[in-house]
């Protein structure tokens, strides 16, 4: 496996990526919120959504983008920014359903190091509590991440 910059060809790949990486917690929010709820938040549909989210976020300009292959096909993304003595990542998936270990943990590695090359001192990521999103905070764990504030996040429908 190997890292490297993002480039304009990998943007279907990416948004594939994201899309199958975020079907459990599509799932679950549609799931623990409703119908009403998980339509308005992913007007283009759960299959959909993610991978349209990340477009926008790749198409902003605001984030760096990095891409993890295998034997030249891409199985992971991830995106990351730099304000000053922070750093944070965001999005990022990759495609288990190759069987490969460690995409995450080379994402992460090579986001890592762009931080330090940009004298980083802190790094977040956010991600939810629930169980759709435990094999993503495994992953942080692994990566190091010990420290964490814990918040939750409310919805209403109104009338």
Same mark, same amino acid.
């Given at each position: 496996?190997?890292?490297?910059?993002?480039?304009?060809?990998?943007?279907?790949?990416?948004?594939?990526?994201?899309?199958?990486?975020?079907?459990?917690?599509?799932?679950?929010?549609?799931?623990?919120?409703?119908?009403?709820?998980?339509?308005?938040?992913?007007?283009?549909?759960?299959?959909?959504?993610?991978?349209?989210? @990340?477009?926008?976020?790749?198409?902003?300009?605001? +984030?760096?983008? $990095?891409?993890?292959?295998?034997?030249? !096909?891409?199985? =992971? &993304?991830?995106?990351?920014?730099?304000?000053?003595?922070?750093?944070?990542?965001?999005?990022?998936?990759?495609?288990?359903?190759?069987?490969?270990?460690?995409?995450?943990?080379?994402?992460?590695?090579?986001?890592?190091?762009?931080?330090?090359?940009?004298?980083?001192? @802190?790094?977040?990521?956010?991600?939810?509590?629930? +169980?759709?999103? $435990?094999?993503?905070?495994?992953?942080? !764990?692994?990566? =190091? &991440?010990?420290?964490?504030?814990?918040?939750?996040?409310?919805?209403?429908?109104?009338?």
């Amino acid at each position: 496996m190997n890292m490297r910059e993002y480039r304009e060809e990998d943007l279907a790949k990416v948004m594939d990526i994201a899309n199958i990486a975020w079907q459990p917690i599509r799932k679950m929010s549609r799931e623990t919120l409703g119908d009403t709820i998980a339509d308005i938040m992913n007007p283009a549909g759960d299959a959909l959504s993610k991978g349209l989210q @990340v477009k926008e976020q790749i198409e902003s300009g605001n +984030w760096g983008i $990095a891409v993890c292959e295998h034997e030249g !096909e891409v199985v =992971g &993304f991830i995106t990351y920014s730099i304000n000053g003595l922070w750093g944070e990542i965001c999005n990022n998936g990759a495609l288990t359903s190759t069987g490969l270990k460690g995409i995450g943990q080379t994402m992460y590695k090579f986001v890592m190091d762009e931080f330090r090359k940009a004298n980083v001192k @802190v790094v977040k990521v956010t991600t939810g509590l629930d +169980w759709a999103h $435990a094999p993503a905070r495994r992953a942080y !764990e692994r990566a =190091g &991440f010990k420290k964490h504030l814990d918040s939750t996040t409310y919805f209403m429908e109104l009338d």
